[in-house]
C-alpha cells in the first residue's frame, strides 16, 4: 500500500505523525464536545466512536475555500468532483457508496429524496461554526444512509460581535461574507450571517466521452449566494427556544450532452425547543422542512425540474439514570415528497423510526447500546442495532471494540422513475466491526482504528436490482500535537474496497475509491505573521467497475501564509497546488491547477 511517488519531503512529513487535523489545530487543554456519535453532547474522549472535529479557528487558519477543501484528505474521507467548483460532488467514507453517508446541518437531516444525496459542493463555507465526522454505522440513531458514518454541519450563531472578508484571486474568483450576532446569550439572541462568490473557473470536461459525453471547451463558471438567521430565547435554565432560516442558492456551468447548467436552491427552516423539567431529564423537540430544488437548462433552454420537500420531527429524550448512566431515548418522522417535471408513479413516503441508546461508565470501563426500529411505508420495517466497549488502561492508552449494523433505504429515482425504477427494491444492509486505539503523550494525540465493514443488497443495473455485495476493511492512523506556537497534524488511512459480487467484477476495487489517503498540516505562528501547509495524496482507482479505466495516484501541495495588523484585522494569502499538478477524481473532469487567493478578515473586538 504505498502512495504513488511520494517525494522525499512528504514522507518526512508523514513521518511527524499520523494525525487528524482538525485535532492538531485545538488547544490541549480545552476538551472538544461533541453531539453526532451519540446524539448528545459529550466529550471527544467520553465517546467510542471514531470522530473528527473541524472548527471555525481550523477553517480560517487553513484559508480553505470551500467545505471540499475542509474536508480533503480527512481519515477515511475521498472526495470524487467532477470538474471544480459548484460540479457535482461525491464524498466516499470509508470507502462506502457516496449515499451511505448521512449528511446533516444543525440536527436535521438533508439531501435531496431523488438522488438519495446532498449537494455539499453549494454549502457556503463562511456560514459554517464547525463540522463534526463520525466514521462507522450510526443507523441504530439515524436510520437510513448512515452505513459509512455521518457528517454533520453547525453553522454560526450567538451573539458575536460583527465579522467581515473579502477575497479573490486566480480564474476571476471573489467572495464576501458578513456575521453579527446581538442580545444575551442566556436570554433573547439573534444571529444573521451572508456570504456570496463568483468563478469563472476552468473547463469542467476534458473529453468528449466519459462523464459528460459532451465537447464544449469553454470555461464552466460558478456562482453562489447564501444566509443564514437565527433566534432564540430562554426562560433560565428550564426552557431553551430556537428558530432557524438558512437558504444557499448555487448557479454553475457545466459540460454535458443533455444539459449544461443549473440552478439550486436548498432551503431549510426548524424550530427546536429544549425542556429540562427535572435535573435527570432533558427533552428536546426540533421540527423542520427541507427543500431541494435543481433546475437543468441546455444552453439557456429549461430542460426540468426536481424539487423535493422533506418535512421532519424529532423527539429526543435522555435520562441520567445514575452517575456516570445515561439513556437516550428518541421518536423520529419524515415525510419526503416530490414534485418534478418527470412523473414519478409515486410522489411521497414516510417514516418513523423508534430509537433507544445507554451509554455507560464505571471506573475506566464504558460501554454504548443502541437500539433503532424503522416502518417505511414502501419497504416496511427494519432493525439496527450497534455495541461498543472501551477500557481506559490510563491516559495514554484506551482501547474500544464496536458493532453495529445500518441500512440504506432505496431512493425515490431507484424506486419510482417512470421506465427506470424498481418498486420491489429492499433495502441496503451492513454489518461493521471494529477496534481502536487511542491515548495521549504529552501534548500529542493519536489513535489507530481497524474496520471491517460487509454490505449486501447492493442496488445496481437498470431498472435496479439488490445483486452486489462488498467488503471493505481497512486502517486508519490520527493524532494530533501542538508545540507553543507550532500545530502539527496528519491523518493516513489505507483500506481495501472491493467488490465481492461473485461476477467478472469480483475482487475489483470500488468505482473511484483508492486504497490509501494521506494529509499533513503544518502552521508556525512568527510573531504578527502565521505561516504553514498542507499536503494531501491519494493512490489509484478506476473509474470503472471492471476497473480498466485507471484514475493516478497524486500528491498536492497548498502553502499559506497570513499578517495580523492587530486583534481584528488579519490579511491572508493562499497558493493551492503548487506545483500545477493534472489529475483526476473522475475520468476526463479536470481539476485545478496553481491558484492564488487573498482574503481580508476584520473581526470587532
Request: charged share 20%.
Amino acid at each position: 500500500m504505498n502512495f504513488h511517488k511520494l517525494s522525499a519531503p512528504a514522507l518526512a512529513l508523514v513521518s511527524i505523525g499520523f494525525c487528524a487535523p482538525a485535532a492538531a489545530q485545538e488547544d490541549a487543554e480545552l476538551p472538544l464536545t461533541v453531539v453526532t456519535p451519540n446524539r448528545v453532547a459529550r466529550t471527544v474522549d467520553e465517546t467510542l466512536a471514531p470522530v473528527t472535529v473541524i472548527t471555525r479557528k481550523d477553517i480560517e487558519r487553513q484559508q480553505a475555500q470551500s467545505v471540499l477543501d475542509v474536508l480533503t484528505g480527512m481519515p477515511g474521507v475521498t472526495l470524487a468532483n467532477t470538474g471544480g467548483p459548484g460540479k457535482l460532488t461525491s464524498l466516499f467514507l470509508r470507502g462506502t457508496n457516496s449515499d451511505h453517508v448521512l449528511i446533516m446541518i444543525d440536527g436535521v437531516k438533508i439531501g435531496s429524496a431523488t438522488a438519495g444525496s446532498a449537494g455539499l459542493q453549494d454549502i457556503p463555507l463562511e456560514q459554517i461554526e464547525r463540522i463534526e465526522i463520525v466514521r462507522g454505522p450510526r443507523a441504530s440513531l439515524y436510520g437510513s444512509e448512515a452505513i459509512g458514518g455521518v457528517l454533520q454541519i453547525f453553522t454560526r450563531k450567538g451573539v458575536a460581535k460583527p465579522a467581515v472578508s473579502l477575497g479573490g484571486g486566480s480564474r476571476g474568483t471573489y467572495s464576501g461574507s458578513a456575521f453579527a450576532g446581538v442580545g444575551d446569550a442566556a436570554g433573547l439572541w439573534a444571529s444573521a450571517g451572508v456570504t456570496g462568490g463568483k468563478t469563472r473557473s476552468f473547463n469542467a470536461c476534458g473529453g468528449a466521452s466519459g462523464g459528460c459525453f459532451a465537447n464544449e471547451p469553454d470555461r464552466d463558471p460558478y456562482s453562489n449566494v447564501s444566509f443564514n438567521l437565527r433566534g432564540g430565547a430562554s426562560v433560565g435554565e428550564v426552557v431553551r427556544g430556537e428558530v432557524q432560516y438558512l437558504q444557499y442558492d448555487g448557479s454553475n456551468n457545466y459540460d454535458g450532452g443533455f444539459q449544461n447548467e443549473s440552478d439550486t436552491r436548498t432551503q431549510l427552516g426548524s424550530g427546536k425547543i429544549d425542556f429540562t423539567p427535572l435535573d435527570v431529564w432533558r427533552s428536546g423537540l426540533t421540527v423542520a422542512q427541507q427543500h431541494d430544488d435543481n433546475k437543468s437548462y441546455k444552453n439557456g433552454a429549461f430542460t426540468g425540474r426536481f424539487l423535493t420537500r422533506r418535512d421532519s420531527a424529532s423527539w429526543l429524550n435522555d435520562f441520567t439514570l445514575a452517575k456516570g448512566h445515561t439513556l437516550v431515548v428518541g421518536l423520529d418522522t419524515m415525510r419526503d415528497e416530490v414534485i418534478s417535471t418527470t412523473a414519478y408513479t409515486q410522489k411521497s413516503r414516510r417514516n418513523t423510526g423508534f430509537a433507544g441508546q445507554y451509554l455507560g461508565k464505571i471506573g475506566s470501563a464504558s460501554a454504548e447500546l443502541a437500539l433503532r426500529h424503522d416502518n417505511n411505508e414502501q419497504y416496511g420495517r427494519h432493525n439496527t442495532g450497534s455495541v461498543a466497549f472501551g477500557y481506559a488502561f490510563a491516559k495514554a492508552l484506551q482501547v474500544n471494540a464496536a458493532y453495529g449494523t445500518a441500512f440504506k433505504a432505496p431512493t425515490f429515482n431507484q424506486l419510482y422513475f417512470p421506465g427506470f425504477n424498481n418498486p420491489n427494491l429492499q433495502p441496503e444492509s451492513a454489518r461493521n466491526r471494529e477496534i481502536g486505539f487511542k491515548g495521549e503523550l504529552g501534548v500529542a494525540r493519536w489513535g489507530v482504528q481497524y474496520f471491517d465493514n460487509r454490505i449486501k443488497n447492493l442496488i445496481s443495473g437498470s431498472p435496479p436490482n439488490n445483486v452486489l455485495r462488498s467488503r471493505i476493511h481497512g486502517l486508519e492512523l490520527t493524532s494530533a500535537a501542538k508545540f507553543g506556537k507550532t500545530n502539527l497534524g496528519a491523518s493516513a488511512t489505507f483500506q481495501n474496497p472491493k467488490d465481492h459480487s461473485g461476477g467478472a467484477n469480483e475482487g475489483n476495487l470500488l468505482v473511484r475509491r483508492p486504497r490509501q489517503m494521506a494529509r499533513v498540516d503544518a502552521d508556525q505562528d512568527i510573531g504578527d505573521f502565521g505561516v504553514g501547509l498542507t499536503w494531501s495524496a491519494r493512490g489509484r482507482s478506476y473509474d470503472n467497475a471492471a476497473n480498466t479505466t485507471k484514475l493516478g495516484g497524486y500528491s498536492l501541495w497548498d502553502l499559506r501564509t497570513e499578517y495580523r495588523y492587530d486583534k481584528s484585522l488579519k490579511l491572508q494569502l493562499r497558493i493551492e497546488n503548487l506545483f500545477d499538478k493534472r489529475y483526476e477524481t473522475a475520468y476526463l473532469y479536470n481539476q485545478a491547477g496553481f491558484g492564488a487567493f487573498v482574503t481580508l478578515r476584520y473581526q470587532m473586538q
